[in-house]
């Protein structure tokens, strides 16, 4: 139910904001995965649209690599040198860094100055039925001590009875969805949390002793900026389709099936076990053309630079 609950959301969402994504580290020190990520575009949108369609490596952004002089590629980064190495790679990749050989050596530069391309950060975290709440107070607890999205929503099908917002942290916001219809009620608006403030990070609660991490407000600001960065590379369409005939994908690339009557999880619910298998080759289904025919996303921008793969080899 929440696979479906989710992906229904993620499509109610795409009208509304550019860049939707699903399943996304949300944590400085911990491992929390956050549901739904909608981002919110800052000045320079459209400058990051016109770079890649894909994630820039955070380490790319976060090393002494600019715009100007090309440098060499080992003194710009604080990492490890393996990790280093990646982002290079995947900097030229997707061709938001240039290189060039000196003697033996790569030097890099930025194709073009990083944009300030997002502002708000919202993240959802589903719970299509509530009276299944699991570990969800905690968690909420947790985003809002850590701050690290602007703002946090519960989305739920169930009826919200005043026993339960009692026990939702004031700041997190409430929405009904009913992905049948794909009507969206918001039952509370989310209050700001205080990004630029130093948060907490409740780390571990296995314990009798809960474990906690300050986050400074400069780790916060990386983790955001590779949140969103993950996001606009990542999406939310991360499924493929079934091979079995019963599938009927809806317009927004919904994996439904008429057989179960909802939409499934093909990687988990589709194949021989199920009753109503019909063996096909799988419906056609282009994630990258649904997305750029919904939202601002381009797969293939024009000012894109050339893809240097292949064509020089990586050197000392
Ligand atoms: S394998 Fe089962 S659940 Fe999956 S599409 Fe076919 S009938 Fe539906």
Redesign the pocket.
Known sequence: MEFGFELALAARLESEWPVVSRQLGASVHDRRVMDLVCVEPGPAFDERVALTPETIPPAAIESKVGPGRARYWKEAFDCHPERAERAVEAAVECGFFERERRSSRTYVRQVTRYPDWFDRLVGVENKPDLGRPGALETQLLTDVKLGLLDAVVLATASHVTGAHRNRIPDEVGIWQFDPETGERTVLREPEPLPVDEPGIDICDRSSARTEIQVADTGEKKRVRRALAERAYGKGWRTYGM?A?A??DPDEHGLPY?P??GRI?R?AT???PD?G???PAEPPGFDPEALRAARTSWEPDPDGRARRQTGLERFSE
């Open positions: 079934p079995c019963q599938v099936c057989w179960k499934v093909p619910e589709c194949g199920c109503g298998h019909d």
